[in-house]
């Protein structure tokens, strides 16, 4: 898995095999089962991960209760709770493996420490920071702009893998609608 993470590290950002090495020392692994949580809501996020193989899910829970699923991270990508990792403070949403899941993680002060030492790391960041809030800005315009059959269909075509995955549980929390129309949606075969 870490030579998974290396090939990862190396299609974003270019590195020395030295400075590669001393980034991977830091990542350390971690193998969860399926449904366990590694961050709750109201508790500091101190850590990165990298999904090797599995499923992580980002989600907080509305003021009505219901569960509301913001990311899906899986194979080759990273996932964390941004906002507590960035500010140190506790966190408001939570990080659950939905399968078993085998990740590599960073801690915060190791990460940071990392941006210190290896210039490259900064450009890494700055991807994932890019990229992060391009996926949160495309998802609120969906949910601003589109209505459940449209979003279905967006995300078929953008992320299958999600659908053909997940329950339907967990697909409707991602989409921001009732399992009844998400099973309504399924039947049509968009």
């Not at 830091?26 to 590694?38: D, G």
Request: net charge negative; proline share 4%.
């Amino acid at each position: 898995m870490i030579e998974q993470l290396a090939n990862y590290i190396k299609s974003i950002i270019t590195v020395t095999d030295e400075e590669l090495a001393i980034i991977l020392s830091y990542f350390k692994p971690l193998k969860t089962e399926k449904n366990e949580l590694l961050v709750v809501q109201g508790q500091m996020n101190q850590r990165s991960f990298f999904v090797g193989s599995g499923c992580l899910r980002i989600y907080f829970i509305t003021e009505n209760g219901q569960e509301a699923t913001r990311y899906l991270a899986f194979e080759n990508n990273f996932a964390t709770a941004l906002c507590s990792f960035i500010s140190n403070e506790p966190s408001l949403e939570f990080i659950q493996a939905l399968e078993p899941t085998e990740l590599l993680y960073i801690s915060s002060p190791d990460f940071y420490h990392l941006l210190e030492i290896i210039p490259a790391w900064e450009k890494f960041y700055r991807h994932y920071l890019e990229n992060a809030y391009v996926t949160n800005t495309n998802r609120l315009m969906s949910f601003l702009t589109l209505d459940a059959t449209e979003r279905y269909k967006q995300l078929m075509d953008v992320n299958p893998k999600i659908i053909q995955r997940l329950p339907n549980r967990i697909v409707a929390t991602y989409l921001n609608i009732s399992q009844e129309t998400l099973s309504r949606l399924k039947s049509k075969r968009y």
